[in-house]
């Protein structure tokens, strides 16, 4: 079935780090790839989203490219802040059929120290 | 405008007895999502509403589980016979529906039997 797999954490680094989350999926369609964070106490958000082969999605200087030969979605920051840290989910929705249930990774904290 | 919410934030019961979670998604959205997470691992799908239907309960684990969303907006998910391995927190996302793939997540209802 679909799946996703991303790196284990924890990833701590120091404030403006560069950062990268590897994530993989395996699909059987044509899914859209996300990436959503849980800050700590607060609920699950979006933080970026491709929909197709070579899109890449960006926010709050985060980036994420879909690879589709590689069946990758790594998430990127070129320097990161301590309020970055959090966890962070890599996730797929709508390889097939009409569900677009969400299908997640099992998360990779990320601890950044000042 | 107001997000998903969902009630309570913390339940606490004891095993083999009945809960029941609710969820109000953003007004308008048709798609409804359950998903459970439990500790240290990403959320996975328990049900899907479309509109007043059940449109995927293939995650659901077992017959103690049923959702309802009787006039298209809020749903209840219920719980009977509840079991320790049943707790985890409950998250409830909602969508615009149609082609698009994002969700908006409520803060989820910590479940806890005892």
């Known amino acids: 079935g679909d799946s996703v797999t991303q790196m284990e954490g924890p990833v701590t680094l120091s404030e403006e780090a560069f950062l990268t989350i590897n994530c993989t999926y395996t699909a059987t369609g044509y899914p859209s790839l996300f990436w959503y964070v849980q800050y700590p106490g607060e609920g699950l958000q979006l933080l970026l989203k491709?929909?197709?082969?070579?899109d890449k999605g960006s926010n709050k200087g985060f980036e994420a490219t879909y690879r589709k030969e590689t069946t990758s979605f790594h998430l990127e920051k070129g320097s990161v802040q301590v309020s970055d840290s959090a966890v962070y989910f890599c996730a797929l929705s709508g390889a097939g059929g009409a569900t677009n249930k969400l299908i997640f990774g099992t998360g990779t904290l990320l601890a950044v120290q000042p | 405008g107001a997000g998903v919410s969902q009630t309570p934030s913390n339940k606490v019961t004891e095993k083999g007895k009945y809960v029941e979670l609710r969820c109000d998604p953003i007004s308008g959205h048709t798609a409804l999502y359950w998903y459970r997470q439990s500790l240290g691992q990403g959320p996975e799908f328990l049900i899907y509403f479309q509109g007043t239907g059940a449109a995927d309960d293939s995650g659901l684990p077992n017959d103690r589980f049923f959702a309802v969303r009787p006039e298209g907006s809020v749903s209840t998910l219920k719980i009977q016979r509840t079991e320790r391995g049943d707790s985890a927190v409950y998250l409830c996302a909602s969508s615009p529906g149609g082609s698009s793939y994002e969700q908006y997540f409520g803060p989820g209802t910590r479940l806890t039997v005892t």
């Open positions: 491709a929909t197709k082969a070579d």
